[in-house]
């Protein structure tokens, strides 16, 4: 079946900056995978480049089998009606000028969906799903909380019923408990709708709760790309295995005696990076050849999941920095 | 020039060059701050809303107690609160004692010098508390002018010793740096250093981390935690994340709403917590053993208040709440697992089972 | 030291008005006494304009040499010209002249600038274009340029507003393109781009609607540099030629008069004065009530 999302390559240069150098990632239909990262990682530009708010400077996007990567606009208006994106703050995703109703109901009449009746009756159904009573649609953002304004850009993105959905940090903005919230919503309608979605977060717990399959990201490219069980257990690269290991665990007990990987110096800027692995400079394993040759993306072990590491074996062994958790 | 009560009576400021270590003893008799039913109240255009409500607690020396709560709970306030840095629409009632004095009654200009020398603080944004157009060398300079007098060299070295001890490399040449010039995480140390320049009593750190990276994250909870045994500086931590909680916290104190409702060890408030807010808060971390049934979630949501309600804030929330928790406002009291909680219904222990 | 910011992410709003943010604006525009007291004086200003033809005690250009300059009294609230014509009659008909001017010249300069700025801030392949275009307007010294004008279309109404109206254009512009560019990188432009907007959508339904607070204050504070510019031309007899009152005619023939009939200069210009600071105390209001803190960041 062809997979909602193939991004082959994909490149995208600000200038000297190189925020995506070169990722390749399928998400297949109804799949969610969930792309992780920290600053300067790449991750928040990868998802604006595959839902073309940004033009690429290189590469392949596919949705759903139509190739977007250098479609004129217009020719490309139609078909983002079969995929859509929310963003992470939620003081400036909604037009303060529009009312909640026009804000869902804007996908529906830009793609002339449905009569006006229909639409409205549209809007009051995702209104409802995403937990909103119908009341909320004569509402301006300002009055709403910010679990709230999420909901509604949710109900936007999916009024016109897209079959996949770029989630951009979705709830990094939101108090913890509007947080579990959301992320239950997300779940929910991705089971009952059943759309693929790319799950942009730097929350490693949202991934786990969320996700089929975790890409990892650092400075523009991917560094391991596996199912969750085995991302979780056995991380295979060592920005991965830090990653893990640098997440606090509210448990105080356990997050005391765990032994902590630390990475020495910080993110690099993405305008110069290093040379070979990009995160060699970091690494606390580095060798020489991680210096000089940079690591293809290549599947490793028995299901094939993806590492880009020179020390990774193909038979999926590598360095372990720690013991786990 | 004013000085905290120790049992020696001046207090010894290290020399430059020296060790840090254990520039000064550890007070006795009585806890390092203590506030006592401090309550704060905005006047806005649209009337006055409570921001906290009678909210007491004590901070031992070298101890680290963390604020917990969620936006609008109030303890960004209560922090900000402790040395009156509160816009001037700001009410504040209670007491606030450090050591031996009353800060609430300080005058303006005794206030000045407690903050920064007795007490510092260290924000969420490192970008916007450091000035851009001046290097970190300065900016630690000019913090140690004020507070300590030292000038030109004398300065300098100490400078190079205080961004040593927050983990931050090669510190000489930092020194030369502007702010744009550092990560994220290397301002916050900055921000640290210039904090605790003065060995304060107390550092209060607001969301420190949360603007960080994760990788990062990790590196400044140590330069944190070994404040304590470096300087002998208390933290009062306050966060959202109960993640750094368990990291770095000895004694929480949960909030909701501008009250207290709950406080405990840390290991005390994981494992055997009595409030059903802070039950909700810690469900509310995605746990992947119990993915099936999704993440618990708390209906509904914080209030604003305008005057403090007779009955508890969190009923309209929460389970468990009846006439008895809107009879009146619940009291602090001694709870099931043994250590204060607000609440009319608290939660039984656990079972023993795991 | 840091000032705490309140707004927090999930707690309730403090009140849940309905409708759009404008009529909370307007609310606390009403609640700041000075404001309103501009806003007072600005009603009643205009209304006194407009009902120039049933209030005026006389009509404005009926000569009365028996009452030639006549220090104000009972018949003559503002006293007589030398020739012997009601100043307060004119003062009212020269407020409705001037107000008009100020309204005219202000919607030319919307109705060019906010496309151009609009553009500009959409476009940066016209950004360049426009952006030269308003600096060079900008650089022109308006008083060349009136003359100028004048000197073609010959003193009038028209080459007054128009004038004005040129020269407010860069202001607009500028404003309208800053305010442009900004929107543009906010999430729910974005949004409405994932939605299928086509430009003139984006524009239309969501740049231009929420520029529009910034463009009400400028057009408060344009308001009374209009009114002192349309003064400032017929006083130079390059705009309003008399025998038709503005009180920057008025003005220039009290000039000669100063000694023997201070009050022809003194009405005129005290009513320039009040209504313009009143203007000014209106667009300072507006400023505040429509605060940025509901408006997008």
Request: with cysteine.
């Amino acid at each position: 079946m062809t997979p909602a999302l193939e991004v082959v390559d994909l490149v995208k240069h600000f200038g000297a900056v190189r925020a995506v150098d070169g990722v390749t990632l399928t998400v297949d239909t109804g799949e969610v995978v969930g792309l992780v990262g920290e600053s300067g990682s790449g991750k928040s530009t990868l998802g604006r480049c595959v839902t073309r708010l940004e033009q690429l400077t290189d590469g392949t996007v596919r949705i759903n089998g139509n190739d977007i990567s250098r479609l004129a606009r217009r020719r490309l208006r139609p078909l983002r009606r079969d995929f859509n994106i929310v963003f992470q703050d939620p003081a400036s995703s909604l037009n303060p000028r529009m009312a909640v109703a026009e804000i869902v109901g804007e996908p529906l009449r830009l793609h002339r969906i449905g009569s006006r009746a229909e639409r409205a009756r549209r809007v009051d159904t995702v209104l409802d799903q995403v937990g909103l009573r119908p009341e909320v649609g004569r509402r301006y953002p300002h009055e709403l909380s910010g679990g709230q304004r999420q909901r509604v850009s949710l109900a936007r993105a999916l009024s016109a019923g897209p079959s996949l959905l770029v989630a951009d940090e979705p709830t990094s903005a939101l108090d913890v408990s509007v947080q579990a919230a959301v992320l239950n919503l997300i779940g929910r309608l991705q089971s009952e709708l059943g759309f693929a979605c790319l799950f942009i977060t730097h929350d490693l717990a949202a991934v786990e709760f969320l996700a089929q399959r975790v890409a990892v990201m650092y400075l523009g490219q991917l560094v391991e790309v596996a199912d969750r069980a085995s991302l979780f257990r056995a991380p295979r690269h060592p920005y991965t295995q830090a990653l893990l290991s640098a997440a606090p665990v509210p448990d105080p007990a356990r997050q005391r005696s765990r032994r902590r990987i630390v990475l020495s110096g910080e993110v690099p800027s993405p305008v110069s990076p290093p040379s070979g692995c990009r995160f060699h400079p970091r690494c606390p394993v580095a060798t020489e050849v991680c210096a000089q040759e940079v690591p293809e993306l290549r599947p490793v072990g028995p299901a094939g999941e993806l590492v880009a590491c020179h020390l990774v074996a193909d038979d999926g062994t590598g360095p372990r920095l720690a013991e786990a958790v | 020039m004013s000085e905290l009560e120790s049992p020696q009576g001046e207090r010894e400021m290290s020399e430059p060059g020296t060790a840090w270590a254990t520039a000064r003893p550890p007070t006795v008799g009585g806890p390092l701050l203590e506030v006592e039913d401090l309550s704060v109240r905005f006047r806005t255009e649209d009337g006055a809303v409570l921001a906290v409500d009678e909210v007491s607690f004590t901070v031992a020396d070298r101890e680290v107690l963390a604020l917990v709560g969620e936006s609008g709970c109030g303890k960004s306030v209560t922090a900000m609160a402790l040395t009156r840095l509160l816009p001037s629409n700001a009410l504040i009632t209670g007491s606030v004692r450090l050591g031996e004095r009353s800060l609430l009654e300080l005058p303006e200009a005794g206030l000045r010098d407690v903050r920064g020398r007795d007490v510092a603080y260290v924000f969420q944004e490192p970008m916007t508390s450091l000035n851009p157009v001046l290097t970190v060398g300065k900016q630690l300079g000019e913090v140690l002018r004020r507070h300590q007098a030292l000038r030109g060299k004398t300065a300098d070295r100490r400078a190079t010793e205080l961004l040593e001890l927050v983990g931050i490399p090669l510190p000489a040449q930092r020194l030369k740096e502007y702010p744009h010039q550092l990560s994220g995480g290397m301002r916050q140390r900055v921000m640290i250093a210039m904090a605790v320049a003065c060995q304060p009593r107390l550092l209060v750190a607001d969301e420190p981390t949360t603007a960080l990276d994760v990788t990062v994250q990790a590196g400044i909870l140590d330069v944190l935690r070994d404040l304590r045994t470096e300087i002998g500086t208390a933290v009062l931590l306050i966060t959202h994340d109960l993640g750094v909680v368990a990291d770095l916290a000895d004694r929480v104190v949960v909030m909701y709403a501008g009250r207290t409702i709950e406080e405990a060890g840390t290991e005390a408030l994981f494992a055997r917590h009595s409030h059903p807010y802070t039950r909700g808060l810690l469900e509310a971390v995605p746990d992947p053993e119990r993915r099936a049934g999704g993440i618990r979630e708390i209906p509904g949501r914080v209030p604003t208040l305008r005057s403090s309600p007779d009955e508890c804030t969190f009923a309209d929330r929460c389970g468990r709440a009846d006439s008895l928790c809107r009879a009146r406002r619940p009291e602090l009291l001694l709870g099931p697992a043994g250590h204060p909680v607000r609440c009319v219904h608290p939660l039984p222990l656990p079972e023993v089972s795991r | 030291m840091t000032t705490l910011d309140l707004t927090t992410v999930d707690a309730a709003p403090a009140e849940a008005t309905v409708g759009p943010s404008r009529r909370r604006a307007l609310r606390r525009l009403l609640r700041n006494p000075l404001a309103l007291t501009g806003l007072v004086v600005v009603v009643v200003a205009v209304l006194a304009a407009l009902l120039a033809n049933l209030i005026a005690p006389y009509p404005p250009d009926q000569t009365d040499f028996s009452a030639a300059l006549q220090p104000p009294s009972p018949a003559h609230w503002f006293g007589t010209d030398e020739l012997g014509r009601d100043q307060l009659s004119r003062v009212l008909f020269g407020l409705r002249v001037s107000l008009l001017v100020a309204v005219l010249s202000i919607a030319i300069s919307i109705v060019v600038g906010v496309p151009l700025g609009l553009a500009a801030g959409f476009y940066r392949g016209l950004d360049r274009v426009v952006s030269r275009f308003a600096d060079t307007l900008l650089a022109f010294p308006f008083l060349v340029f009136a003359v100028g004008l004048a000197a073609i279309l010959g003193p009038s109404l028209l080459t007054a507003t128009t004038a004005i109206g040129v020269a407010g254009i860069p202001a607009i512009v500028r404003v309208t393109r800053s305010e442009t560019l900004r929107l543009r990188g906010l999430d729910f432009v974005a949004g409405a781009v994932a939605d299928g907007a086509s430009d003139f959508v984006l524009l239309r339904r969501h740049i231009l609607p929420n520029s529009v607070n910034t463009l009400i204050v400028l057009a408060t504070v344009a308001a009374p540099a209009a009114i002192i510019g349309e003064a400032v031309l017929s006083f130079l007899g390059l705009g309003i030629r008399p025998p038709m009152p503005s009180l920057g005619v008025m003005l220039a023939s009290a000039q000669p008069l100063f000694r023997s009939g201070p009050w022809l200069a003194v009405f005129p210009g005290i009513c320039i004065v009040v209504v313009t600071l009143s203007l000014n105390l209106v667009g300072d209001g507006m400023r505040d009530a429509l605060d940025p803190r509901e408006s997008p960041r």
